[in-house]
């Protein structure tokens, strides 16, 4: 798997823009009902001022027409209500906090403030002393203006939430799928190399001081060791090794000898020891990777560079080459399974040695500087022990 389609991109963007507009449109739909109550409680207020107005207006009204007039005015349970004279005196109320009742004061401001808005409804009087009626939403109703918000941010929570999970499912399925297959190669590279190490015994023993034959078997403890990283995957390793010059110098003494002599190939590392718990095995096989990936990237000719320094409590192992670099995109995506800017490859070393640093070691490995054209820098992080002296 090189990269995603232009398919699975549009895919994305197309799931991303349906949930947008999922939370948007719920959100405008549950505006669009509060707006509608408040209207609705408005017009249930127009109803209720013109029934005083006509009590007011009728000095004898009939029995049924009293009844409608109370009827109407013991209807409204929700509605908060002030009715003030001229001037501002308290004539009736209704519907108000109950830490409020019977003090004409408070009553008297919060009419005020309610007048901030909706404005007041006038009732005019024949006798000139006119009444106002001051008026607010229901406390369903102001609590209800906050929930369009409050269900947009549930449903956008649901959505990531689930996001997150699919992302958690798929990325466990796809390390049990690289352990297995990690498992498997070490199993099959198993049975050949027993044969060949039986073969290198007879060798030995027709020519025992032959150079070809002590080359080969250190390959063959070379193919050894790789089956041992392969059989660990998946499984956790014990940190039991402490020395890290060792482990580094090793890797480099190896390596030095195995790619173009055109590659100018060095190691700085402190002349002191440095003691880090680690797994030889799995390290070695993380540096292996960054330095035959910078090999790659050089194509065989160039300046490589392993550095390995101290800074605040952390060792930090730096990989720098030449090469061709990256772009930003290629550096994003260089840890995923499955991704290779080769057109040979699994794209699996990167990803296995990420997880090899950040969930055996507890450290992280990042490439922290790359340009097109100018080479690639990686760092391995590893926090140094409490304890540990260097």
């Known amino acids: 798997m090189k990269k995603k389609s232009i398919f699975s991109r549009f895919n994305n963007w197309f799931i991303f823009s349906l949930m947008t507009l999922v939370v948007v449109s719920i959100v405008i739909a549950s505006t669009l009902v509060v707006n509608y109550l408040k209207k609705e409680e408005v ?23 009293q009844e409608l007039l109370l009827t109407i005015y013991s209807s409204n349970t929700t509605i908060p209500l002030i009715i003030l004279d001229n001037n501002d005196q308290l004539i009736e109320y209704k519907n108000l906090p109950k830490e409020i009742n019977d003090k004409p004061n408070e009553i008297i401001a919060l009419a005020k403030r309610m007048e901030k808005k909706y404005p007041a409804i006038e009732i005019k009087i024949l006798h000139g002393n006119n009444q106002f009626v001051y008026y607010d939403n229901s406390r369903i109703l102001n609590n209800l203006q906050y929930f369009p918000f409050l269900l947009g941010l549930f449903v956008l929570s649901y959505f990531l939430f689930s996001f997150w999970f699919l992302r958690t499912i798929k990325k466990t399925d796809e390390g049990y799928l690289w352990a297995g297959l990690a498992k498997e190669t070490a199993h099959q590279i198993g049975t050949p190399l027993s044969s060949m190490i039986g073969w290198m015994e007879i060798m030995k023993l027709e020519n025992p001081e032959s150079e070809g034959v002590h080359e080969i078997e250190k390959d ?13 995957i998946g499984s956790v390793p014990e ?3 402490k020395n890290l010059n060792e482990t580094i110098q090793e ?10 002599k055109k590659i100018n190939f060095t190691l700085h590392q402190p002349t002191y020891t440095i003691l ?9 096989w993380v540096i292996e990777n960054l330095v035959k990936n910078a090999v790659d990237a050089m194509k065989g000719q160039g300046n490589l560079l392993m550095t390995v320094f101290e800074r605040n ?6 990989v720098k080459d030449d090469g061709s670099g990256m772009t930003k995109q290629q550096a994003r995506n260089a840890f995923k399974p499955g991704y290779s800017t080769k057109k040979r490859g699994w794209g699996l070393g990167l990803s296995l040695a990420k997880r090899v640093i950040q969930e055996y070691h507890n450290g992280d490995i990042k490439i922290v500087q790359t340009e097109v054209g100018k080479g690639t820098t990686f760092r391995i992080t590893i926090r140094k022990t409490e304890g540990e002296q260097a």
């Not at 207020?45 to 207006?57: H, P």
């Not at 060791?225 to 660990?232: A, D, G």
């Open 43 to 65: 017009k249930r207020v127009d109803i209720l001022v013109n029934a005083i107005k006509f009590q007011q207006e009728v000095t004898t009204p009939s029995l049924e027409v």
């Open 220 to 232: 063959i403890e070379r193919l050894r060791t790789i089956s041992e990283r392969f059989s660990k």
């Open 239 to 241: 940190l039991n090794d």
């Open 251 to 260: 890797n480099y003494d190896y390596l030095k000898t195995r790619i173009s």
């Open 276 to 284: 880090v718990p680690h797994n030889k095995i799995l390290m070695s």
């Open 313 to 318: 409590k952390n060792i930090i192992v730096e």
